[in-house]
């Protein structure tokens, strides 16, 4: 089972950007379809990005298309989360999540191995 550690949260003004990252261990990025979820207060845990095994295809949801940037670098194991634009509803905890398989929708059961999370606040 892969192992999975987020960084680079924290607060930004409105209009600001933001690099998440989510290093992996235990397994190699390179077999697993990877995705940004995040939850804030009091409300569901929703999905951001896809990426698939192979970097090919990328998915968003529809309030960060245009802003957010998925990527993976697989020589060094870790999954990015390149936000810019930021808005204050995108204030959450950020999980980053694995699934060895390949993308079948953002639903948080399809993936089985998850971070801790990283806090993104953003101030208007």
């Known amino acids: 089972q892969v192992q999975l550690v987020e960084s680079g949260g924290g607060l930004v003004q409105a209009g600001g950007s933001l690099r998440l990252s989510c290093a992996a261990s235990?397994?190699?990025?390179?077999?697993?379809?990877g995705a940004w979820f995040r939850q804030a207060p009091g409300k569901e845990r929703e999905f951001v990005a896809a990426?698939?095994?192979?970097?090919?295809?990328?998915y968003y949801t529809d309030s960060v298309k245009g802003r957010f940037t998925i990527s993976k670098d697989n020589a060094k194991n870790t999954l990015y989360l390149r936000m810019n634009s930021l808005k204050p509803e995108d204030t959450a905890v950020y999980y980053c999540?694995?699934?060895?398989?390949?993308?079948?929708?953002?639903?948080?059961?399809?993936?089985?191995?998850w971070g801790q999370g990283t806090q993104v606040t953003v101030s208007s």
């Open positions: 235990g397994r190699t990025f390179s077999r697993y379809t």
């Open positions: 999540a694995a699934n060895a398989a390949g993308f079948y929708g953002g639903r948080p059961t399809n993936f089985k191995a």
């Open positions: 990426i698939t095994l192979d970097g090919a295809g990328t």
